[in-house]
Nanobody, 125 residues
Framework: QVQLVESGGGSVQTGGSLKLSCTTS????????MAWFRQAPGKEREFVAA????????FYADSVKGRFTTSRDNAKKTVYLEMNSLIPDDTAVYYC??????????????????WGQGTQVTVSS
């Protein structure tokens, strides 16, 4: 059984930075396209970033492009989301997700097989 565990969330002020980690167990990490989604109170879950399993190509939502960076370490079975220049609109629960082999479309929530429990990120003004 594949498990994903996020960590690194917290509270920061506008302009601050956080780095989220998502460590997997029970599966073959190198075959998973990994993604980050977030869900703010009263809003639907939305795509944030993804990194493909084969080429390591990264994709970002327009709202975070230039501020967030996702990366992966296959040896550590971990994916990261480095978040800089945080703003209050980034406040949400952040989830990592995995799907085997398939890369596209990276933002389709329904295609992801495995999900973490989420980690809270709060940005105050």
């Amino acid at each position: 059984q594949v498990q994903l565990v996020e960590s690194g969330g917290g509270s920061v002020q506008t302009g601050g930075s956080l780095k989220l980690s998502c460590t997997t167990s029970g599966g073959t990490f190198s075959i998973y396209t990994m993604a980050w989604f977030r869900q703010a109170p009263g809003k639907e879950r939305e795509f944030v970033a993804a990194i493909t399993w084969n080429t390591g190509t990264t994709f970002y939502a327009d709202s975070v492009k230039g501020r967030f960076t996702t990366s992966r370490d296959n040896a550590k079975k971990t994916v990261y989301l480095e978040m800089n220049s945080l703003i209050p609109d980034d406040t949400a629960v952040y989830y990592c997700a995995a799907k085997p082999y398939a890369a596209f479309p990276v933002g389709a929530i329904s295609q992801y097989t495995y999900w973490g429990q989420g980690t809270q990120v709060t940005v105050s003004s």
